[in-house]
């Protein structure tokens, strides 16, 4: 069935350094790939997004890549501050229905 | 920004009780969803639904759970007779197009069977 795998697990990095976090995904029709912050007990945030039809997005300080041959694609944080400080999920989508399947999130910690 | 609003944030109930949760997209989206998040865990769809009529669910989604738009602006989750493994945070979304569109997720509805 359709999975999305999404690691790491866990990140710490100081304030200031990159950080990356990649996922995988099954399902070959998949065309949008979002991500998604969620601060604890609140609700998932999009904070950027790609379609099938491009290789890299960039806003700020964060951009995502796509690879579709190999099936990955992973989100970059550069300059992180400890705002940055979240869990992080990923999403894939083919579904005709606009279901997203997510990765499991990666728990970001940003030292200052 | 238009947001999408779901009640109540919190809601406790004895298991084998019914709930709905309610969700109110914002208001020129056409497709709507639910998903759950168990405690520490990540988020899993349960339901898609266009035009009135379910367009995908889960195995999550069994014969206890339906979903209804009763009129114009809300959208509702029902559990018919909930369980304890029932716990977890429910989120509403919404989008204006299926496929390659963001959805907007609501604040949740923190579900506590007891």
């Known amino acids: 069935g359709e999975n999305v795998e999404q690691h790491p697990s866990t990140l710490s990095v100081q304030e200031g350094d990159s950080a990356v976090i990649k996922c995988t995904y099954s399902?070959?029709?998949?065309?949008?790939f979002p991500w998604y912050k969620q601060e604890l007990g609140k609700r998932p945030q999009l904070i950027i997004d790609?379609?099938?039809?491009?290789g890299e997005k960039k806003d700020q300080r964060i951009a995502v890549t796509l690879n579709k041959t190999a099936k990955h694609f992973s989100l970059h944080i550069t300059e992180t501050q400890p705002e940055d400080s979240a869990v992080y999920f990923c999403?894939?989508?083919?579904?005709?229905?606009?279901?997203?399947?997510f990765g499991q999130g990666t728990t970001l910690q940003v030292k200052p | 920004e238009p947001e999408v609003t779901q009640t109540p944030s919190h809601q406790v109930t004895q298991m084998g009780q019914e709930v709905i949760l309610r969700c109110v997209p914002i208001?020129?989206?056409?497709?709507f969803y639910w998903y759950r998040q168990i405690l520490g865990q990540k988020v899993e769809f349960l339901v898609s639904?266009?035009?009135?009529?379910?367009?995908?669910k889960s195995e999550i989604f069994d014969d206890q759970f339906s979903v209804e738009r009763p009129d114009g602006s809300n959208f509702t989750l029902k559990i018919r007779s909930t369980k304890l493994e029932d716990s977890a945070m429910y989120f509403c979304?919404?989008?204006?197009?299926?496929?390659?569109?963001?959805?907007?997720f609501g604040d949740g509805t923190r579900l506590s069977i007891l």
């Open positions: 399902d070959s029709a998949s065309n949008y």
């Open positions: 979304a919404s989008d204006r197009e299926y496929s390659n569109q963001p959805q907007h």
């Open positions: 208001s020129n989206h056409l497709y």
């Open positions: 999403a894939a989508s083919g579904s005709n229905t606009g279901k997203l399947i």
């Open positions: 790609i379609r099938s039809n491009v």
């Open positions: 639904f266009y035009n009135n009529e379910i367009s995908e």
